[in-house]
Protein backbone atom coordinates (compact mmCIF):
# COMPACT_ATOMS: atom_id res chain seq x y z
CA UNK A 1 0.00 0.00 0.00
CA UNK A 2 1.42 3.09 -0.89
CA UNK A 3 1.43 6.08 1.67
CA UNK A 4 -1.35 8.03 1.36
CA UNK A 5 -1.10 11.60 -0.16
CA UNK A 6 -3.78 14.11 0.27
CA UNK A 7 -1.79 17.32 0.27
CA UNK A 8 -2.64 19.55 -2.46
CA UNK A 9 0.04 21.51 -3.91
CA UNK A 10 -0.07 25.28 -5.11
CA UNK A 11 3.04 25.73 -7.38
CA UNK A 12 4.20 29.15 -8.17
CA UNK A 13 3.66 29.48 -11.73
CA UNK A 14 6.38 31.58 -14.18
CA UNK A 15 5.13 33.38 -17.49
CA UNK A 16 8.08 32.53 -19.49
CA UNK A 17 6.98 34.75 -22.04
CA UNK A 18 7.99 37.73 -20.07
CA UNK A 19 10.57 39.41 -18.60
CA UNK A 20 10.93 38.16 -14.75
CA UNK A 21 9.81 40.85 -12.63
CA UNK A 22 10.54 41.39 -8.95
CA UNK A 23 7.68 39.28 -7.26
CA UNK A 24 8.35 36.39 -9.64
CA UNK A 25 11.57 36.19 -9.23
CA UNK A 26 11.21 35.78 -5.28
CA UNK A 27 8.73 33.42 -5.43
CA UNK A 28 10.45 31.49 -8.19
CA UNK A 29 13.60 31.76 -5.28
CA UNK A 30 11.58 29.88 -2.90
CA UNK A 31 10.29 27.49 -4.94
CA UNK A 32 13.89 26.26 -6.00
CA UNK A 33 15.18 26.61 -2.78
CA UNK A 34 12.13 24.94 -0.67
CA UNK A 35 10.80 22.40 -2.86
CA UNK A 36 12.33 22.29 -6.65
CA UNK A 37 9.79 22.48 -8.40
CA UNK A 38 7.59 25.40 -10.36
CA UNK A 39 5.22 25.43 -12.96
CA UNK A 40 4.99 27.19 -16.51
CA UNK A 41 2.81 29.02 -18.81
CA UNK A 42 3.15 30.46 -22.03
CA UNK A 43 5.89 28.11 -22.86
CA UNK A 44 5.00 27.92 -26.69
CA UNK A 45 4.37 23.91 -26.68
CA UNK A 46 0.91 23.64 -28.03
CA UNK A 47 -1.98 21.30 -27.16
CA UNK A 48 -1.77 19.96 -30.68
CA UNK A 49 2.08 19.62 -31.05
CA UNK A 50 0.95 17.35 -27.79
CA UNK A 51 -1.45 15.47 -28.91
CA UNK A 52 0.72 14.71 -32.28
CA UNK A 53 3.20 13.27 -29.92
CA UNK A 54 0.70 10.86 -27.80
CA UNK A 55 -0.68 9.39 -30.86
CA UNK A 56 2.16 8.91 -32.83
CA UNK A 57 4.03 7.41 -29.48
CA UNK A 58 1.14 5.58 -28.50
CA UNK A 59 1.38 3.79 -31.74
CA UNK A 60 4.96 2.30 -30.96
CA UNK A 61 4.00 1.55 -27.07
CA UNK A 62 1.27 -1.01 -28.81
CA UNK A 63 3.48 -2.90 -31.04
CA UNK A 64 4.65 -6.27 -29.37
CA UNK A 65 7.04 -6.41 -26.65
CA UNK A 66 9.27 -8.77 -28.64
CA UNK A 67 9.58 -5.63 -31.23
CA UNK A 68 10.10 -2.98 -28.69
CA UNK A 69 12.75 -4.79 -27.00
CA UNK A 70 14.73 -4.81 -30.27
CA UNK A 71 15.67 -1.39 -29.67
CA UNK A 72 18.01 -2.18 -27.19
CA UNK A 73 17.63 -1.25 -23.43
CA UNK A 74 19.26 2.37 -23.73
CA UNK A 75 16.39 3.67 -25.88
CA UNK A 76 13.56 1.52 -24.68
CA UNK A 77 12.55 0.90 -20.38
CA UNK A 78 10.07 -2.39 -20.80
CA UNK A 79 8.04 -2.92 -18.30
CA UNK A 80 9.45 -4.43 -14.78
CA UNK A 81 12.46 -2.57 -14.97
CA UNK A 82 11.27 1.06 -12.87
CA UNK A 83 7.74 -0.74 -12.25
CA UNK A 84 5.73 -3.13 -13.77
CA UNK A 85 3.50 -0.59 -15.44
CA UNK A 86 5.82 1.93 -16.69
CA UNK A 87 7.61 2.16 -20.05
CA UNK A 88 9.60 4.60 -21.72
CA UNK A 89 10.91 5.42 -25.24
CA UNK A 90 13.83 7.53 -25.22
CA UNK A 91 15.08 9.61 -28.13
CA UNK A 92 18.29 12.06 -27.70
CA UNK A 93 19.14 15.28 -28.68
CA UNK A 94 20.10 18.30 -30.05
CA UNK A 95 19.10 15.94 -33.60
CA UNK A 96 15.68 14.35 -32.17
CA UNK A 97 14.33 14.00 -35.42
CA UNK A 98 17.32 11.30 -36.43
CA UNK A 99 17.04 9.24 -33.13
CA UNK A 100 13.59 9.67 -33.26
CA UNK A 101 13.87 7.90 -37.04
CA UNK A 102 16.29 4.81 -35.80
CA UNK A 103 13.71 4.28 -33.28
CA UNK A 104 10.85 4.16 -36.11
CA UNK A 105 13.16 2.67 -39.00
CA UNK A 106 13.27 -0.70 -36.02
CA UNK A 107 10.06 -0.68 -34.97
CA UNK A 108 8.23 0.13 -38.42
CA UNK A 109 7.74 -2.16 -41.25
CA UNK A 110 7.23 0.69 -43.83
CA UNK A 111 9.48 4.05 -43.87
CA UNK A 112 7.40 7.03 -41.87
CA UNK A 113 9.04 9.97 -41.56
CA UNK A 114 6.00 11.78 -39.08
CA UNK A 115 7.50 10.75 -35.94
CA UNK A 116 10.49 11.54 -36.46
CA UNK A 117 9.45 15.21 -37.78
CA UNK A 118 7.19 15.42 -34.83
CA UNK A 119 9.90 14.85 -32.25
CA UNK A 120 11.97 17.06 -33.58
CA UNK A 121 10.08 20.11 -33.34
CA UNK A 122 9.12 19.38 -29.96
CA UNK A 123 12.91 18.62 -29.05
CA UNK A 124 14.00 21.61 -30.58
CA UNK A 125 11.22 23.71 -28.56
CA UNK A 126 11.71 22.13 -25.43
CA UNK A 127 15.72 22.92 -25.94
CA UNK A 128 15.42 26.51 -26.55
CA UNK A 129 12.79 26.41 -23.33
CA UNK A 130 15.05 24.58 -20.87
CA UNK A 131 17.77 27.24 -21.89
CA UNK A 132 15.47 30.14 -20.65
CA UNK A 133 14.72 28.51 -17.54
CA UNK A 134 18.04 27.96 -16.85
CA UNK A 135 18.77 31.72 -17.21
CA UNK A 136 15.73 32.47 -14.87
CA UNK A 137 16.96 30.02 -12.06
CA UNK A 138 20.14 31.33 -12.29
CA UNK A 139 18.86 34.80 -11.61
CA UNK A 140 17.11 33.68 -8.56
CA UNK A 141 21.05 32.95 -7.24
CA UNK A 142 22.12 36.28 -7.66
CA UNK A 143 22.31 39.72 -9.52
CA UNK A 144 23.46 39.14 -13.03
CA UNK A 145 24.77 35.78 -12.48
CA UNK A 146 22.57 34.72 -15.66
CA UNK A 147 25.09 36.40 -17.73
CA UNK A 148 28.19 35.76 -15.59
CA UNK A 149 27.48 32.08 -15.53
CA UNK A 150 25.51 30.78 -18.33
CA UNK A 151 27.85 30.92 -20.85
CA UNK A 152 31.36 30.17 -18.72
CA UNK A 153 29.15 27.19 -17.39
CA UNK A 154 26.11 25.79 -19.48
CA UNK A 155 27.09 26.53 -22.87
CA UNK A 156 27.58 22.70 -23.57
CA UNK A 157 24.18 21.37 -21.92
CA UNK A 158 22.09 19.16 -23.86
CA UNK A 159 18.84 17.23 -23.90
CA UNK A 160 17.02 14.46 -24.24
CA UNK A 161 13.58 13.21 -23.89
CA UNK A 162 11.94 10.26 -22.00
CA UNK A 163 8.21 9.35 -23.33
CA UNK A 164 6.92 7.68 -20.35
CA UNK A 165 3.89 5.29 -21.01
CA UNK A 166 1.91 3.97 -17.55
CA UNK A 167 -0.50 1.30 -17.97
CA UNK A 168 -2.03 -0.28 -14.59
CA UNK A 169 -3.94 -3.42 -15.19
CA UNK A 170 -7.73 -3.41 -14.94
CA UNK A 171 -7.96 -6.24 -12.02
CA UNK A 172 -5.53 -4.51 -9.72
CA UNK A 173 -6.96 -5.39 -6.18
CA UNK A 174 -5.14 -2.28 -4.27
CA UNK A 175 -6.96 1.19 -5.32
CA UNK A 176 -3.70 2.77 -6.93
CA UNK A 177 -0.29 1.14 -7.85
CA UNK A 178 2.93 2.80 -7.66
CA UNK A 179 3.84 3.78 -11.69
CA UNK A 180 6.82 5.53 -11.13
CA UNK A 181 9.18 5.01 -7.63
CA UNK A 182 10.78 7.71 -5.38
CA UNK A 183 13.85 8.89 -7.38
CA UNK A 184 15.70 12.37 -7.71
CA UNK A 185 16.55 13.25 -11.27
CA UNK A 186 20.14 13.58 -12.10
CA UNK A 187 19.72 16.59 -14.27
CA UNK A 188 20.16 20.21 -14.60
CA UNK A 189 16.47 20.83 -15.15
CA UNK A 190 13.29 18.68 -16.08
CA UNK A 191 10.67 19.80 -18.04
CA UNK A 192 7.51 17.40 -17.82
CA UNK A 193 4.60 17.83 -19.99
CA UNK A 194 1.84 15.35 -17.85
CA UNK A 195 -1.46 14.17 -19.02
CA UNK A 196 -5.00 14.77 -17.35
CA UNK A 197 -4.64 11.77 -15.40
CA UNK A 198 -2.10 13.21 -12.37
CA UNK A 199 0.13 10.64 -10.13
CA UNK A 200 2.53 13.16 -10.01
CA UNK A 201 4.01 13.61 -6.29
CA UNK A 202 7.06 15.71 -4.76
CA UNK A 203 8.43 15.04 -1.69
CA UNK A 204 8.43 17.81 0.82
CA UNK A 205 11.62 18.79 3.40
CA UNK A 206 9.85 17.12 6.15
CA UNK A 207 9.01 14.31 4.30
CA UNK A 208 5.68 14.58 3.33
CA UNK A 209 4.11 13.92 -0.43
CA UNK A 210 2.44 16.45 -2.56
CA UNK A 211 0.02 16.09 -5.40
CA UNK A 212 1.47 17.99 -8.59
CA UNK A 213 -1.93 18.24 -9.83
CA UNK A 214 -2.02 18.49 -14.02
CA UNK A 215 -3.32 22.12 -15.29
CA UNK A 216 -4.22 22.44 -19.11
CA UNK A 217 -1.39 24.64 -20.37
CA UNK A 218 0.93 24.40 -17.68
CA UNK A 219 4.03 22.02 -17.32
CA UNK A 220 5.90 21.36 -14.50
CA UNK A 221 9.88 21.85 -13.93
CA UNK A 222 11.77 20.46 -11.32
CA UNK A 223 15.59 20.92 -10.46
CA UNK A 224 17.97 17.78 -10.77
CA UNK A 225 20.96 16.76 -8.70
CA UNK A 226 23.68 18.67 -11.36
CA UNK A 227 21.94 21.85 -10.38
CA UNK A 228 21.18 20.94 -6.88
CA UNK A 229 25.29 20.11 -6.78
CA UNK A 230 26.14 23.09 -8.68
CA UNK A 231 24.03 26.00 -6.70
CA UNK A 232 25.86 24.39 -3.30
CA UNK A 233 22.40 23.12 -2.65
CA UNK A 234 21.06 26.95 -3.12
CA UNK A 235 18.56 24.62 -5.74
CA UNK A 236 16.84 21.79 -4.36
CA UNK A 237 16.50 18.43 -6.33
CA UNK A 238 13.40 16.77 -4.49
CA UNK A 239 12.61 13.48 -4.40
CA UNK A 240 9.28 12.32 -6.97
CA UNK A 241 7.41 9.66 -7.42
CA UNK A 242 4.30 8.75 -9.86
CA UNK A 243 1.44 6.95 -7.96
CA UNK A 244 -1.20 6.04 -10.21
CA UNK A 245 -4.54 6.64 -8.60
CA UNK A 246 -7.20 5.77 -10.67
CA UNK A 247 -5.73 2.82 -12.30
CA UNK A 248 -6.17 4.14 -16.28
CA UNK A 249 -3.41 4.88 -18.49
CA UNK A 250 -1.18 7.77 -18.21
CA UNK A 251 1.07 9.39 -20.41
CA UNK A 252 3.94 11.98 -20.26
CA UNK A 253 6.96 13.58 -21.79
CA UNK A 254 9.86 13.84 -19.69
CA UNK A 255 12.60 16.16 -20.72
CA UNK A 256 16.20 15.74 -19.18
CA UNK A 257 18.26 19.33 -19.32
CA UNK A 258 21.62 17.91 -18.35
CA UNK A 259 25.65 18.80 -18.28
CA UNK A 260 27.74 17.39 -20.54
CA UNK A 261 29.09 14.51 -19.79
CA UNK A 262 32.74 15.92 -19.02
CA UNK A 263 32.02 18.38 -17.24
CA UNK A 264 33.18 18.87 -13.81
CA UNK A 265 30.86 19.92 -11.35
CA UNK A 266 32.37 22.77 -8.93
CA UNK A 267 30.33 25.17 -7.51
CA UNK A 268 31.62 29.15 -8.14
CA UNK A 269 33.04 30.58 -5.24
CA UNK A 270 30.26 33.14 -5.92
CA UNK A 271 27.68 30.80 -5.69
CA UNK A 272 28.96 29.16 -2.66
CA UNK A 273 28.85 32.83 -0.43
CA UNK A 274 31.50 33.86 1.30
CA UNK A 275 30.14 32.41 4.85
CA UNK A 276 29.16 29.37 3.75
CA UNK A 277 31.69 26.05 2.91
CA UNK A 278 31.01 23.76 -0.23
CA UNK A 279 28.89 20.77 0.48
CA UNK A 280 30.63 18.73 -2.62
CA UNK A 281 33.59 18.01 -3.71
CA UNK A 282 34.42 18.24 -7.33
CA UNK A 283 32.94 15.29 -9.80
CA UNK A 284 32.97 14.29 -13.30
CA UNK A 285 29.62 14.33 -14.54
CA UNK A 286 29.83 10.86 -16.57
CA UNK A 287 31.52 9.50 -12.91
CA UNK A 288 27.81 10.62 -11.19
CA UNK A 289 25.85 8.72 -14.36
CA UNK A 290 28.11 5.46 -13.84
CA UNK A 291 27.56 5.53 -10.18
CA UNK A 292 23.55 5.76 -10.35
CA UNK A 293 23.44 3.46 -13.11
CA UNK A 294 25.63 0.92 -11.01
CA UNK A 295 23.83 1.27 -8.03
CA UNK A 296 20.17 1.18 -9.66
CA UNK A 297 18.16 -2.19 -11.04
CA UNK A 298 17.66 -1.96 -14.03
CA UNK A 299 19.57 1.30 -14.94
CA UNK A 300 16.59 4.50 -14.76
CA UNK A 301 16.60 7.07 -12.82
CA UNK A 302 15.24 5.07 -9.36
CA UNK A 303 17.22 6.11 -6.41
CA UNK A 304 19.38 4.40 -4.22
CA UNK A 305 22.02 6.94 -3.76
CA UNK A 306 21.93 10.56 -4.79
CA UNK A 307 24.12 12.67 -5.43
CA UNK A 308 25.11 13.75 -1.68
CA UNK A 309 25.65 9.90 -0.96
CA UNK A 310 28.40 9.99 -4.44
CA UNK A 311 30.12 13.67 -4.07
CA UNK A 312 28.37 15.11 -0.32
CA UNK A 313 31.42 16.40 2.01
CA UNK A 314 30.55 14.54 5.20
CA UNK A 315 32.22 16.62 7.96
CA UNK A 316 35.24 17.89 6.84
CA UNK A 317 35.54 21.72 4.92
CA UNK A 318 37.21 21.89 1.75
CA UNK A 319 38.80 25.04 0.84
CA UNK A 320 37.34 27.43 -1.79
CA UNK A 321 39.49 27.47 -4.99
CA UNK A 322 41.89 30.47 -5.19
CA UNK A 323 40.92 32.20 -8.11
O1 LIG B 1 5.71 10.88 -15.54
C1 LIG B 1 5.93 11.89 -14.87
O2 LIG B 1 5.06 12.73 -14.65
C2 LIG B 1 7.29 12.14 -14.28
C3 LIG B 1 8.32 11.18 -14.74
C4 LIG B 1 9.63 11.34 -14.03
O3 LIG B 1 9.72 11.78 -12.92
C5 LIG B 1 10.85 10.94 -14.75
O4 LIG B 1 10.75 10.39 -15.86
O5 LIG B 1 11.95 11.17 -14.20
FE1 LIG C 1 11.79 12.29 -12.44
New binding site residues.
Given amino acids: MIQESDTPLQLPVLDVSQPLNQSSLLSLAAACRELGFFQIINHGISKDLYNKMYSLANKLFCLPSKSKLKLGLKTYTPHFIASPFFE?LRVSGPEFGASAQSSADVLLEEHDSEFSEVLQEYGSKVTELSKSILKFVLMTLGDGFETKYYHSEFKNCHGYL?I?N?TPPEDLEEEEAE??GM?T?MSCL?I?Y?DEIG??QVRSKDGKWMNILPCEGTL?VNIGDMLQAWSNERLRSSE?R?VLMKLMN?F?L?FFWCFEDEKVILAPDEVVGLENTRSYKPFLCLDYLKFRESNEKGRF?KVGFTVKDFAGVVGITILKSQS
Fill in positions: SRNYGLHDTVQGLVHVRSAE
